[in-house]
């Protein structure tokens, strides 16, 4: 079982629709949560970290689940400019400063 | 502010051929991260550094991977020989670690994407 598991997608979404998506990870002792985006032939970036009390950061919200171990991602008002592949990350502290990532949901929005 | 560095941005070799991957990180980070990304594999760590020093290599494939980091701005990557299975994109990243925490945001580089043929 991958620590860190992801649906591929693609999640195809209308232009102004609203899209969210999971990941679950595998460690209970996971401390930091993180989503990054990547586009196509680029390098990954932080998009938001995600706290245990949820949080926003404009059109998107990020919730975590400790209990069910899985985090989430909700995108509202979509844009064009929001498609990309969604990289679900994990920080398990006792790993020190690694890094454990899912293997992304690809998200297409369309005109 | 220049972000991480990574050289060269693409490369074309042939297998049994050495290939060297270079990357600066940013200034005043204290921690350096080598990845690789595949279609089928997504985003592996191989190795990462702090403080220059190697802390976990437990992602590096096999012994034809060797990683070095001689001082706080430059780190290598070498394999030698290279086989058409390591065709990958390889991503170098670095973060400030402070005291007391982990999992800081980590800072990618463009990558260099490899083709061993």
């Known amino acids: 079982r991958k620590e860190v598991e992801q649906d591929p997608g693609p999640f195809n979404v209308p232009e102004g629709a609203t899209v969210a998506f999971n990941c679950t990870y595998s460690?209970?002792?996971?401390?930091?949560f993180f989503w990054y985006r990547q586009d196509c032939r680029k390098e990954p970036k932080l998009l938001m970290s995600?706290?245990?009390s949820g949080n926003e950061d404009g059109r998107f919200t990020a919730q975590l689940n400790r209990a069910s171990q899985y985090i989430s991602l909700l995108i509202r008002d979509s844009k064009l400019s929001d498609s990309a592949t969604y990289l679900c990350v994990v920080n398990d502290g006792a790993a020190g400063n690694k890094l454990t990532f899912g293997g992304g949901t690809r998200v297409l929005v369309k005109p | 502010d220049a972000g991480v560095i990574q050289s060269p941005r693409h490369e074309v070799t042939e297998m049994g051929q050495e290939v060297t991957l270079r990357c600066k990180p940013i200034s005043g980070h204290n921690s350096l991260f080598w990845y690789r990304q595949t279609m089928m594999r997504g985003l592996e760590l191989l190795i990462y550094f702090n403080n220059n020093v190697p802390i976990d290599d437990s992602g590096m494939p096999e012994d034809r991977f060797s990683a070095k980091m001689p001082n706080a701005s430059f780190s290598t990557l070498k394999i030698q020989p290279s086989e058409p299975r390591d065709s990958a994109v390889y991503f170098c990243?670095?973060?400030?670690?402070?005291?007391?925490?982990?999992?800081?945001?980590?800072?990618f580089g463009p990558g260099t994407r490899l083709t061993v043929l």
């Open positions: 460690n209970s002792a996971s401390q930091s």
């Open positions: 995600v706290y245990s």
């Open positions: 990243a670095s973060t400030r670690v402070l005291e007391g925490r982990r999992g800081n945001e980590q800072f």
